[in-house]
């Protein structure tokens, strides 16, 4: 069985590839028998040759071909008709977050088997995180559960990595509340937040991509492209209230925690309502760009920050 994976949640593609590499090439995983190729860089000649050799030491070989969206037309004429008479010693996997590509691919590689790696729609956030918990044996309210998906979006990757985190700082907890989300991810995630916003408003747009220039500059841009948005929805509510309330009041409506909330309020004095209202525009456009498969993480990332220093 050779597999096509569309959609732009890199999670569900992991999670697979991790199950079929354990069926494919054993527990202990032959690297002689993997190969890992990327359309537009690798000839086809080269990925051919690999499906067609017999396995070493695995019961089949397998092979993963990143970017599908890239190959050439005649690259493509050579790996439909592979698919149409593929070996039963090997297995292919390709990999598309292109939505405009999602489509003809479907329809090009139909002897491959479609998996759909989409994101979590909003309301379906809440209930994974829940269950993500309850794999680890442990129970979390519904408003910890809100608090961690406002600033981790709907992004797999990210999120696994927060319950991750907490489950670990609340060890010995049975129940997962604010409090945990707040000790372990909103310290960090204000700090990092602020951070950025002065690398923005000083236009330091160099700094600002620093650390992007690693391997997981991907996941990266995503969890900051959320801090972002997310920092910049807490000046716009803050803004947008009423004068002459106290800080208790604030705090509730704008759904900013109180040790944070006086460094928010003047941070938000630095911007107009006009301001916040155009920075989010370019953040939710990339957003939209990301969960669309148009733009990656990185890509998008330093879009909007060479947008927000251009502002």
Same mark, same amino acid.
């Given at each position: 069985?050779?597999?096509?994976?569309i959609g732009p949640e890199e999670y569900l593609k992991r999670q697979f590839l991790g199950k079929l590499k354990k069926s494919v090439l054993g527990e202990t995983g032959s690297e002689?028998?993997?190969?890992?190729?990327?359309?537009?860089?690798?000839?086809?000649?080269?990925?051919?040759?690999?499906?067609?050799?017999?396995?070493?030491? =695995?019961?089949?070989?397998?092979?993963?071909?990143?970017?599908?969206?890239?190959?050439?037309?005649?690259?493509?004429?050579?790996?439909?008709?592979?698919?149409?008479?593929?070996?039963?010693? =090997?297995?292919?996997?390709?990999?598309? =977050?292109?939505?405009?590509?999602?489509?003809?691919?479907?329809?090009?590689?139909?002897?491959?088997?479609?998996?759909?790696?989409?994101? $979590?729609?909003?309301?379906?956030?809440?209930?994974?995180?829940?269950?993500?918990?309850?794999?680890?044996?442990?129970?979390?309210?519904?408003?910890?559960?809100? #608090?961690?998906?406002?600033?981790?979006?709907?992004?797999?990757? #990210?999120?696994?990595?927060?319950?991750?985190?907490?489950?670990?700082?609340?060890?010995?907890?049975?129940?997962?509340?604010?409090?945990?989300?707040?000790?372990?991810?909103?310290?960090?995630?204000?700090?990092?937040?602020?951070?950025?916003?002065?690398?923005?408003?000083?236009?330091?747009?160099?700094?600002?991509? $620093?650390?992007?220039?690693?391997?997981?500059?991907?996941?990266?841009?995503?969890?900051?492209?959320?801090?972002?948005?997310?920092?910049?929805?807490?000046?716009?509510?803050?803004?947008?209230?009423?004068?002459?309330? =106290?800080?208790?009041?604030?705090?509730?409506?704008?759904?900013?925690?109180?040790?944070?909330?006086?460094?928010?309020?003047?941070?938000?004095?630095? &911007?107009? +309502?006009?301001?916040?209202?155009?920075?989010?525009?370019?953040?939710?456009?990339?957003? &939209? &760009?990301?969960?669309?498969?148009?733009?990656?993480?990185?890509?998008? &990332?330093?879009? +909007?920050?060479?947008?927000?220093?251009?502002?």
């Open positions: 069985m050779n597999y096509l994976l002689t028998d993997l190969g890992i190729f990327t359309a537009g860089s690798t000839p086809i000649s080269e990925i051919l040759a690999f499906l067609n050799t017999m396995p070493f030491t =695995s019961k089949k070989r397998l092979a993963i071909l990143n970017n599908i969206d890239e190959i050439s037309t005649d690259e493509k004429d050579s790996l439909v008709r592979y698919l149409s008479s593929p070996r039963e010693s =090997s297995v292919l996997v390709m990999k598309t =977050s292109s939505r405009e590509s999602r489509k003809s691919a479907e329809k090009i590689f139909l002897p491959a088997k479609i998996i759909k790696c989409d994101r $979590l729609k909003e309301r379906e956030v809440g209930s994974w995180i829940q269950k993500e918990f309850a794999a680890r044996g442990k129970k979390i309210s519904p408003p910890a559960a809100a #608090l961690i998906a406002e600033f981790a979006g709907n992004d797999l990757l #990210l999120l696994k990595n927060e319950i991750e985190k907490i489950a670990a700082f609340a060890l010995k907890s049975a129940e997962i509340t604010e409090k945990h989300v707040e000790e372990i991810c909103l310290r960090s995630a204000y700090k990092t937040a602020f951070e950025l916003i002065d690398m923005v408003l000083g236009k330091k747009l160099a700094e600002a991509l $620093l650390p992007l220039r690693d391997l997981s500059a991907g996941e990266k841009s995503h969890r900051m492209l959320n801090l972002l948005a997310w920092q910049f929805r807490a000046f716009m509510k803050i803004k947008n209230l009423p004068k002459g309330l =106290s800080r208790d009041e604030i705090s509730r409506l704008s759904g900013v925690k109180k040790y944070f909330l006086e460094k928010t309020i003047r941070e938000s004095g630095r &911007f107009t +309502v006009r301001q916040l209202a155009k920075n989010l525009e370019i953040i939710l456009e990339a957003d &939209f &760009f990301i969960k669309n498969g148009k733009m990656s993480p990185q890509h998008a &990332f330093e879009r +909007v920050l060479v947008g927000l220093c251009a502002g």
